[in-house]
């Protein structure tokens, strides 16, 4: 077996695994001020159709780096949700 010089692995190897299809961004979009989880949930699903599970993981994030805040039962707006634009995260 002969080996092909003119190929570089490097130039042939992706990234591992499965593009990202929802962002933080996304779900960002469809929250109003003063929703429920379950509000937002439905929303994003409606929206973008994100799964129930992908969500609860955007959300978490979004949790993380602020944009999103609880107040009561519902979700606001944090300090750092207008930093994003699509295609962010």
Do not use: N
């Amino acid at each position: 077996m002969d080996s092909a010089d003119d190929l570089d692995p490097k130039r042939l190897m992706g990234k591992a695994g499965r593009k990202r299809l929802y962002t933080v961004a996304q779900i960002l979009d469809c929250l109003e001020d003063g929703m429920t989880t379950g509000k937002w949930e439905a929303a994003a699903y409606l929206a973008t159709a994100v799964s129930s599970s992908t969500f609860a993981i955007l959300k978490q994030r979004a949790i993380a780096e602020g944009h999103v805040v609880p107040k009561g039962k519902t979700w606001v707006r944090g300090a750092g949700s207008c930093s994003l634009h699509p295609g962010d995260r």
